[in-house]
């Protein structure tokens, strides 16, 4: 037995930040690794932890094995126990999934579930006939699912575990019945594990008074999974809306009154380009100067001969002087060989000229004037979305935020939309009839 569990933390935590986790553990004696199995504040992160406080309700959000599963079962495994750590002692439990199965076999007999975590001395027995754990010392859980919620009328319990709620079935009305039998004990508790999804109830679940919430990313587990996932996961999704909720553990929501769907980013999602017709980059610049004022928004798009539109980049910047700013559109224009270079003028004037051409009188600047509202000059930019004709070429996370927070009333933030008005310009420009067609070129 460790004669410090403190020491042994803090070794333990350095050798896993250090990548060397491997060597750690296969140093260790058998008493040693026995001891570590089953002493989990020794070797839990600290988004695993339960956190301080006089709280009902706990929502772990979090990316894909980022140890959610470990947590939970964990937590009801220090309840039932008295650990000091796990809060007040339980002894009737619910656990909640989508369905029975899922109960059994991830919240029960998975890997990191419940008949895992436990010391043979203490572990509990599975009825399955009856659907309940039993612990030597009385304990009882019982599982149930979100497809029949009306189950969990009668029981009573002073504490719940309820896993990926995000998936629930029939969400709310489990949750409600829940809430009506969770009334034993001093300080009756519940934990939420979930990977972040919008719906009802876990925006509910957030709001709530009584709500702690803590947050994880799936890298923050990187020690715990197998070489290489990380890496694949992110190549494939990384800063995709699939990639930001599943790994990052993101909460990305779909505001009722946006004039963009993120379902259009994702069909409309490429990796490689054709041969496009025409490039343009767009600049939206700042009325002012300075770390408060607007971002200068600069979006460079192309099209093709048949019409379908490609966002390419996203170099908007904020904070930046007028010189910095100029300067980094210009490039943008030489990096893809853009045949314009356009700029509203409305805010600046001449001024928005005059910076590029101190920077390089070579570009020709086109101007533009808005003469109607932000809204009504994007909703024509959000048809050709909806038709599939504007795709994304790689992910643009900060764009496609904004644009999916474009509502009646602007962005949600009160901030101007500098980003969504550049990328607005510049298909605009693209699809104006008025525009030439200079040749065509591959990138």
């Known amino acids: 037995m460790m004669n410090c569990d403190n020491s042994f933390r803090a070794k333990l935590q350095a050798c896993v930040a250090q990548g060397k986790l491997p060597d750690f553990v296969a140093a260790l004696t058998s008493d040693e690794l026995r001891y570590l199995q089953y002493n989990w504040h020794l070797f839990s992160h600290a988004h ?147 990977t972040p999804k919008p719906t009802p109830l876990i925006k509910a679940l957030i709001a709530g008074e009584n709500t702690v919430i803590t947050k994880a990313a799936t890298k923050a587990n990187a020690a715990f999974l197998a070489e290489g996932f990380l890496k694949q996961m992110a190549t494939r999704y990384g800063g995709t809306r699939l990639g930001r909720q599943e790994l990052d553990g993101e909460l990305i929501e779909d505001r009722e009154d946006a004039l963009f769907a993120r379902k259009w980013f994702e069909a409309g999602r490429v990796k490689h380009l054709p041969e496009l017709q025409r490039i343009v980059v767009a600049i939206d610049p700042p009325a002012t100067s300075g770390k408060r004022a607007d971002a200068c928004g600069i979006v460079a798009t192309g099209i093709t001969e048949t019409g379908d539109l490609y966002v390419l980049r996203d170099r908007t910047a904020q904070g930046l002087r007028p010189s910095v700013w100029a300067q980094r559109a210009l490039s943008l224009y030489h990096e893809l060989s853009a045949d314009c270079l356009l700029a509203e003028v409305n805010q600046g004037g001449e001024m928005v000229r005059e910076v590029i051409a101190g920077c390089d009188d070579s570009v020709p600047v086109k101007s533009v004037h808005a003469t109607h509202s932000k809204r009504r000059r994007a909703e024509p930019v959000a048809l050709l979305y909806e038709q599939g004709r504007v795709h994304h070429c790689g992910v643009f996370p900060e764009l496609e935020d904004e644009l999916a927070d474009f509502g009646v009333d602007g962005l949600s933030n009160g901030k101007s939309p500098d980003r969504l008005d550049a990328l607005v310009w510049s298909i605009a420009e693209l699809t104006s009839r008025k525009a030439g067609k200079p040749r065509m070129r591959t990138l």
């Not at 027995?125 to 019982?142: F, H, I, T, Y």
């Open 48 to 194: 695993q932890l339960p956190p301080a406080g006089n709280w009902l309700t706990w929502v772990l959000m979090g990316g894909r094995g980022c140890g959610k599963t470990r947590a939970g079962a964990e937590w009801v495994r220090g309840k039932v126990s008295g650990e000091h750590w796990a809060g007040p002692k339980a002894g009737n439990v619910a656990l909640i999934g989508q369905t029975y199965a899922d109960v059994r076999e991830v919240m029960i007999e998975g890997v990191s579930g419940l008949l895992s975590v436990h010391p043979p001395n203490q572990k509990p027995q599975w009825n399955s006939s009856r659907r309940r754990l039993e612990w030597p010392n009385g304990a009882v859980a019982r599982a149930f699912s979100s497809e029949d919620p009306e189950a969990l009328r009668g029981p009573q319990f002073d504490a719940a575990w309820c896993d990926e709620a995000g998936k629930w079935s029939n969400a709310t009305e489990t949750f409600d019945m829940l809430q009506f039998g969770l009334r034993l004990g001093t300080q009756p508790q519940q934990l939420v594990t979930t």
